[in-house]
């Protein structure tokens, strides 16, 4: 597919920012929201801008507060980077949007206010891929680069994850633990028709993977 040289440009961008991050936030996670965050716009009639989605798309994690500690810094490198090829600042304003927009913690604060199509479709790409078989995979690989535990049986997930918990880098919570306090619940917070009906199938698969898991613990298969 031919893409416009600001999207050539910024995947090389992105490439070269994201190469030494670990598996769940390198290249090959901002290559599969590209991709689906694209398809997600062909098939939702009202987004207008898919330059926008596909830029917000490969931006939407440079500098992201779980590696730089900064709540800011992403947006700021993307504003930087935009500038730098003279992309026109009411479109950085929209992408800047999307990127702050797209985050997990973010809605836990704003209860999801503020959604528009170019949003939701880039939102709903991203958390399409934290959940699935890739979703797994990505979460036991930042849990592991956090050193936590895989489970810990009788921990009692928050019901009601705050903002500042879910920011709380001191929290020791399992990576099993992190199943039931978000991605299980990602189904639901899906914007797009199209992202509803492909998060069904991969909403199950991880409950089949959670009973498997909990069933191997205990020794009964």
Not at 5 to 14: A, D, E, L, R, S
Not at 48 to 72: C, F, M, N, P, Q
Not at 163 to 169: F, G, P, S
Request: hydrophobic share 40%; net charge negative.
């Amino acid at each position: 597919q031919a893409f416009s040289p600001i999207v050539k440009n910024t995947i090389q961008f992105v490439k070269n920012k994201l190469k030494d991050l670990d598996g769940s936030h390198d290249w090959y996670h901002i290559e599969r929201v590209f991709n689906l965050a694209s398809e997600l716009a062909n098939s939702e009639e009202n987004v207008k801008d898919k330059e926008v989605v596909r830029l917000a798309a490969l931006l939407h994690d440079i500098d992201d507060w779980k590696y730089s500690g900064s709540e800011t810094a992403g947006v700021e490198a993307a504003q930087r980077w935009l500038e730098s090829q003279q992309y026109p600042q009411d479109k950085i304003d929209v992408i800047k949007k999307i990127i702050t927009g797209v985050s997990f913690k973010n809605e836990l604060a704003t209860k999801g206010a503020d959604i528009f199509p170019e949003l939701a479709v880039v939102q709903d790409a991203d958390r399409l891929d934290a959940i699935g078989a890739i979703g797994i995979a990505r979460a036991f690989t930042y849990g592991g680069k956090k050193s936590r535990a895989l489970w810990v049986p009788g921990e009692e997930a928050e019901a009601e994850l705050t903002k500042e918990k879910y920011m709380d880098q001191n929290r020791q919570a399992s990576t099993v633990s992190h199943f039931y306090e978000k991605l299980l619940k990602l189904k639901d917070m899906m914007k797009t028709e199209s992202g509803k009906r492909i998060a069904q199938k991969r909403h199950q698969f991880m409950e089949l993977y959670l009973q498997q898991f909990k069933e191997e613990w205990a020794g009964q298969c």
